[in-house]
């Protein structure tokens, strides 16, 4: 089966950076589509950005021009380096991905981990 293990969220003060970074274990698959959700409390999770195998990136616009999305196919890791981070960037990020495998295709989701940015 294939995990993903994702690096610790953390408190930053508004205006600051983090990097999130998520890896994926196992063996016997090829990842394409990679991404980053966000929930909040009391709302909804939302699309924070996407990237795919080719290196095409989309990004949600609240967070266009403040975080950047990357990848490591050699690794099978992503990262999210988040910018002039704002109090409602406060959440906990999922990263997620589509897994081939000669079974088929199949959604990975990470455990995820929070990120409180204070004011």
């Known amino acids: 089966q294939v995990q993903l293990v994702g690096s610790a969220g953390g408190l930053v003060q508004a205006g600051g950076a983090l990097r999130l970074s998520c890896a994926a274990s196992g063996s016997g698959f090829s990842i394409g589509y990679m991404g980053w959700y966000r929930q909040a409390p009391g709302r909804q999770r939302e699309f924070v950005a996407s990237i795919t195998s080719g290196g095409s990136t989309n990004y949600a616009d609240s967070v266009k021009g403040r975080f950047t999305i990357s990848r490591d196919n050699a690794k099978n890791t992503m990262y999210l380096q988040m910018n002039s981070l704002k109090p409602e960037d406060t959440s906990v990020y999922y990263c997620?991905?589509?897994?081939?495998?000669?079974?088929?295709?199949?959604?990975?989701w990470g455990q995820g981990t929070q990120v409180t940015v204070s004011s």
């Open positions: 997620n991905l589509l897994s081939t495998t000669r079974a088929g295709r199949n959604w990975v």
